[in-house]
């Protein structure tokens, strides 16, 4: 091969570098941003699981916000990523994958793909992530987004929401990150017995209710409120 | 032009006309495509911008005077293009609600957007107060409130056949009248020019406003979310006052709130009812075939049905017939005779047409009785028949007609209903067999506060029907999302209780509460950290229920007619707890309401810079005190004008029970009727105690109509809707005269004591009436109806005083 080939190559590679590769930390103008956002909104409110304020600090959360909002990437609220959606508060992120006591084995549903965040937070814990988008701009976008950033084991799809994705069930946790008018019940039977699901119940922007359902038994599901969360959680603990 | 010319009663005319239909059809498109809150406050805006030009025709008087006709003509020609530029950044700020207390540009765009609305009244207000200034005030005024009557009832009329956002565009042209009218006055040549940019200018906004996407939906109303589903598109849209109803279809559409977690059955994709973009009522595939309906059975109100045993499944009244999902549920569970109350006559036209094949034309099952008549109207004509048992009903069903989180968030705090008062309940268990069952399902919200104030309601309403041991009467369930309430006039019995717990824990939802209830038995399926909803009605049914009502974080006072339901749970306490945790708790104090409060708190501030500014810059040389007495009487006929028509609203519209037809007709025929006393002024009273007798006049009236309103229309009850509403125009006739009599007759004062003072006089008249629209709606809110018109009492009194000692400087 002729240097000047080689060369040309090498550029071709380095030019291509940033759209297949994970997001390199090193160079990162965010990471201490980042940083403090784990340290300010996260662990100083009790989520102290370390494989979550892992995937924190490491996922690029500003590459998943639109371009405009990248600044405020770490800020303490919800952002609007358009459709009538918004890549939630960090906190909340953070708090609902701790509520799912995921190991390394987990095989994990996400319902609502929005900007793939919560994929990418999961991925970086779980075994396996399947995520579904109804709205196919934010779908594309999203997806686009998780390959970017190196997540190699979440599988987004396309479709509608309320039926879950039966063909990997069961699984050892579901997460809804839309939130929901009501909790569709093809997701219940998609949970394996034992399984936990995460969901916000109530308009968007507006408060929710966080829920962490358990299936004990087949016909039995058991429903806790966690917290009422807006853009922080609720003053009363 | 000279004093008395007909152009000029035409000018103000035509823009009074345009000022108050621009601020109807303003009001539609806001709920349309943004929020019924920012509806209220162009109310607000549009007196703010009266009142500028009080205050800057006072400081441009000379000028105006030295070139009146260029003068008018540039009001005239700016009136139609404020009104464009005004519409047109109204709609694309992009201001979000939601976002106050965390963006701070959020404020930014609200006060832009407040400024955008007030804009063109400004200019509207500069021809109207112009004109007042140097021509007769008796038959200015006069011109001005027919205009605006007439605007008011025009408006009505059209928005029964236009999108709000064709009406804006029909007024704008509209408009341009006055322009041309002045144009005529001068030449032909300029009359045609004028006519030909006139109508190039409306043309070129017609044909820019889809460009401009003027009639893009906000993205967080629901029907946003609806359209990004895929093949998402509006199948059609009906248009009318009381709202903009839009039919989606889009794959993946459900709305199943408070659906089991375990439902065994499928759910359909649904066709989507949207009112004013928001609160979706389904409409499910119909083919007769009741298993493709199952899934109703699990859903929280679907226990009402289960109460009653399957013999008295006789007659069923649908509160809020919607997508029909009320008939499918009676269908269901076997109720024999349907009859379903549907207060928009759209959503029957579209049931019965376009949706008909669809929906198994349910609207037209030989078993139905479809009644387009509001809930309140329907109760008090049902009365007289219902006496007789067989006409009575074994369940009557309000349906969940509210969009999801309006009551949560304020949103809808200035919204009031008097479907959920005590009487309304009252009204209702009185249509009940003696077995029969009322249910009424909420939305769960955040902070808990409707369906903790809806059980009130309904325990009051018990107990004014002379029963006892309320605590026996009362059922609770909840699901994840929703919570129905189900109450008798007979005692619930142990077989009642025992299918309730069955239904419940079939379908994993919690009894929250039955007669006999265990607390342990209350979080079954749902676990928070307190049982908030189960202490509360446990309290709210035992002697310390007045406690419970005044220690709660959140106003559950129950609402009666006096004092509707305003969707407000909002205590002043909670802003001590903003100031303690800062603005981010805002979300979860009701912060819809402050948001009014601190609009009231800006058009103070402005009014009062608006009213000192022009004082100061003119170095004004009359004394202190008759400016102060000046501001003061034009201050409280202001304020007195609108704590009365407000309440006044009131009673009429529960005596018409159609509120957006009757509030035109009675805003009109006030405005009319003001007008006419207006122009007849000169002729009543005349002399120099004419002002002060003709305040008391306005004071004694109001009295008479407190206290005999109610009386003189109730034999009319009964009557057809266009015989009540002449009847209530009617009735306010000499109470309308009345009130147009103070403004004139102490302007006309003022031209005699202080000539330059009266557009200032004029302007200090707008500026109160922004604080006395959002003032009388709070009082309402705080205090009910009757505290505002007794307020106006005083108001008019302390006008009258006033009037001695203005009369004194004369």
Redesign the interface.
């Known amino acids: 091969m002729r240097p000047a080939t080689v060369t040309l190559l090498t550029l071709l590679l380095v030019w291509l570098q940033p759209a297949t590769a994970p997001a390199d930390m090193t160079n990162d103008p965010f990471g201490a941003s980042r940083k403090k956002m784990v340290a300010t909104q996260i662990r100083s409110r009790g989520v102290s699981d370390p494989a979550v304020l892992r995937a924190m600090e490491d996922v690029p959360r500003h590459l998943f916000v639109p371009e405009k909002l990248r600044d405020h990437a770490h800020e303490d609220r919800p952002l609007a990523i358009g459709f009538g959606q918004t890549i939630s508060q960090p906190y909340v992120v953070a708090l609902m994958t701790k509520l799912l006591d995921l190991t390394e084995a987990s095989r994990v549903l996400e319902v609502g793909t929005g900007s793939g965040y919560q994929a990418a937070i999961l991925s970086r814990i779980a075994k396996e992530v399947f995520s579904v988008e109804i709205v196919s701009p934010l779908h594309l976008r999203a997806k686009q987004t998780l390959k970017e950033t190196g997540c190699t084991n979440v599988t987004a799809i396309h479709r509608d929401g309320f039926f879950g994705w039966k063909k990997h069930a069961p699984y050892d946790a579901i997460i809804v990150t839309c939130a929901a008018e009501s909790v569709p019940p093809p997701l219940i039977q998609q949970l394996r017995i034992g399984g936990v699901m995460c969901i916000p119940v109530g308009p968007p922007f507006r408060v929710q209710n966080l829920l962490r359902i358990t299936r004990r038994a087949k016909d039995d599901v058991r429903t806790e409120v966690i917290s009422q969360v807006r853009f922080v959680p609720l003053t009363r603990p | 032009m000279k004093p008395g010319s007909r152009a000029v009663w035409v000018i103000v005319f035509v823009t009074s006309f345009t000022l108050l239909g621009h601020e109807i059809a303003l009001a539609r498109v806001s709920a349309l495509v943004q929020w019924q809150n920012l509806a209220a406050i162009i109310i607000g805006m549009a007196m703010l911008g009266f009142g500028a030009s009080g205050s800057v025709i006072m400081l441009l008087e000379p000028l105006i005077k030295r070139h009146l006709f260029k003068s008018m003509l540039l009001f005239a020609l700016a009136y139609p293009i404020s009104l464009t530029l005004g519409f047109i950044l109204y709609c694309k700020i992009p201001f979000?609600p939601?976002?106050v207390g965390?963006d701070p540009c959020q404020i930014v765009f609200l006060l832009f957007k407040l400024g955008a609305m007030a804009m063109p009244f400004f200019f509207g207000a500069m021809v109207v107060g112009t004109a007042l200034r140097f021509f007769r005030v008796s038959r200015i005024y006069f011109a001005n409130l027919t205009g605006s009557g007439a605007g008011a009832l025009a408006v009505v009329f059209l928005l029964y056949r236009f999108h709000p956002m064709e009406i804006v565009i029909i007024i704008i042209a509209t408009a341009m009248v006055p322009f041309l009218v002045l144009l005529g006055e001068k030449s032909t040549l300029s009359f045609v020019t004028g006519l030909i940019l006139s109508v190039t200018w409306t043309g070129l906004l017609f044909l820019s406003v889809n460009g401009l996407d003027l009639t893009r939906v906000s993205?967080?109303?629901a029907i946003?979310?609806a359209l990004?589903?895929?093949d998402a598109k509006i199948l059609a849209q009906r248009f009318s006052p009381l709202s903009t109803v839009q039919a989606v279809q889009a794959?993946?559409l459900?709305?199943?709130?408070?659906?089991?977690?375990?439902?065994?059955v499928p759910?359909p994709v649904h066709k989507g009812l949207f009112f004013d973009g928001q609160a979706m009522s389904p409409i499910a595939p119909y083919n007769g075939d009741n298993t493709a309906i199952a899934y109703l059975d699990h859903m929280p109100p679907a226990l009402a049905h289960h109460l009653v045993p399957m013999e008295h499944r006789e007659r069923i009244l649908i509160v809020g017939m919607g997508g029909g999902e009320g008939i499918l549920g009676a269908n269901l569970h076997g109720f024999r005779q349907l009859v379903g109350l549907e207060v928009d006559r759209n959503v029957i036209d579209l049931m019965e047409t376009e949706f008909a094949g669809f929906s198994g034309d349910i609207y037209h099952q030989e078993n139905l009785v479809v009644i387009n008549q509001d809930a309140r109207a329907y109760a008090k004509s049902a009365r007289a028949y219902a006496r007789r048992a067989r006409d009575r009903f074994d369940l009557i069903e309000i349906r969940m007609i509210d969009a999801?989180?309006s009551a949560?968030?304020g949103l809808a705090a200035m919204h009031e209903t008097y479907l959920y008062t005590v009487e309304a309940i009252q009204e209702f268990l009185n249509l009940l067999a003696p077995h029969g069952v009322l249910a009424i399902s909420r939305w769960v919200?955040?902070?808990p506060g409707d369906v903790i104030k809806m059980a009130n309601i309904m325990i009051h309403a018990l107990e004014r029907s002379g029963i006892e041991e309320v605590a026996e009467h009362l059922i609770l369930i909840r699901?994840?999302?929703t919570a129905t309430l189900v109450v008798s006039n007979q005692k619930f019995s142990q077989e009642q209780i025992r299918i309730t717990r069955k239904f419940c824990d079939q379908r994993?939802f919690d009894a929250i509460y039955h007669p006999g209830i265990k607390i342990e038995e209350t979080q079954r399926?749902?676990?928070?950290?307190h049982p908030v909803y189960h202490d509360a009605i446990q309290a709210l049914v035992s002697q310390e229920a007045t406690a419970f009502e005044r220690a709660y974080p959140f106003e559950i006072t129950p609402a009666v007619d006096d004092r509707p339901y305003f969707y407000h749970f909002f205590r002043w306490h909670l802003v001590h707890?903003i100031l303690q945790?800062g603005t981010?708790?805002i979300?979860?104090t009701q912060w819809g309401y402050l948001v009014l409060l601190i609009l009231l708190a800006m058009a103070l501030g402005a009014s009062l810079i608006f009213i000192l500014i022009p004082l100061v810059l003119a170095r004004d040389s009359a004394a202190p005190p008759l400016n102060l007495s000046l501001g003061a009487y034009f201050s409280a006929i202001a304020t007195g004008f609108f704590f009365v028509e407000i309440p006044l609203m009131q009673k009429l519209i529960l005596f018409l029970s159609a509120p957006a037809v009757s509030m035109g007709v009675i805003l009109a025929s006030l405005l009319v009727f003001s007008g006419l006393g207006a122009c007849c002024s000169d002729r009543i009273f005349p002399g120099r105690h004419g002002l002060f007798s003709s305040n008391l006049l306005v004071t004694a009236l109001i009295l008479i109509y407190w206290t005999g309103l109610d009386k003189l229309l109730a034999p009319c009850a009964a009557w057809p809707m266009p015989g009540k509403m002449a009847a209530a125009t009617a009735s306010l006739l000499p109470l309308g005269m009345a009130m147009g009599l103070p403004f004139p007759k102490g302007l006309t004062l003022v031209k005699e004591i202080s000539p330059t003072k009266v557009a200032w006089a004029f302007g200090v008249n707008n500026l109160f009436s922004v604080i006395a629209t959002l003032g009388a709606a709070l009082v309402a809110i705080l205090f009910g109806f009757d505290r505002v018109l007794s307020l106006a009492v005083l108001f008019y009194l302390a006008a009258a005083m006033l009037s001695l000692k203005l009369a004194s400087h004369a």
């Not at chain 2, 399926?525 to 950290?529: A, L």
């Open positions: 979000n939601f976002e965390l993205q967080y109303k946003s979310g990004t589903l895929p794959t993946g459900r709305s199943t709130p408070g659906l089991s977690l375990i439902t065994p759910v999801a989180g949560a968030s919200t955040t902070p699901s994840l999302q994993l399926f749902i676990r928070t950290e707890e945790t981010r708790t979300a979860f």
